[in-house]
């Protein structure tokens, strides 16, 4: 089997003369099979057989449905505890989408203006020390206002620019 395959990988006679730059690999010989020989974590055997499996990766944000934000109503204002080490008392909102699906969403910032039945954009990112929580909420779109004196990264807190005197 290998005998086979090491002739293949043979330059021959008549192209060693000439520039090796120039090789032409239509005189080299092919591999019986259209897959490349040695590709990764797979056998001899399997190469020759069949192509590997790509493996289907999960959304990390699955009630979006493939779009960047979702409208969603405020369901339930409460408070998580995060994940060890970590302690406080973290703001999360239980939204119920325009698709249908409820889901648990983090209110990034310090304070907010939301209530029950307040209409809110969802956009996806987990929060890191919360388990479950998949999504955030955009702040400064539609009821969920911006955070209140802001100065540095504001865009991401939905704040206005403060007015200089």
Not at 55 to 67: H, Q, T, V, Y
């Amino acid at each position: 089997m290998f005998t086979a395959l090491r002739s293949f990988a043979r330059i021959p006679q008549l192209l060693r003369a000439q520039n090796p730059c120039r090789y032409n690999l239509n005189l080299l010989g092919q591999p019986s099979t259209p897959f490349p020989l040695f590709s990764r974590n797979m056998t001899l055997n399997q190469t020759m057989r069949k192509k590997p499996v790509k493996k289907k990766k999960n959304p990390r944000s699955p009630a979006l449905e493939g779009c960047y934000q979702k409208k969603g109503v405020c369901t339930l204002l409460t408070t998580m505890k995060p994940k060890k080490p970590n302690s406080a008392q973290r703001r999360v909102a239980r939204v119920k989408l325009s698709t249908g699906k409820t889901v648990f969403a983090y209110i990034p910032g310090e304070g907010h203006n939301l209530q029950e039945h307040s209409v809110v954009l969802v956009r996806g990112g987990r929060a890191q020390d919360l388990p479950g929580v998949r999504y955030k909420l955009v702040r400064g779109a539609l009821d969920l206002g911006g955070v209140v004196n802001r100065m540095r990264a504001r865009s991401k807190y939905g704040a206005k620019k403060p007015k200089t005197k």
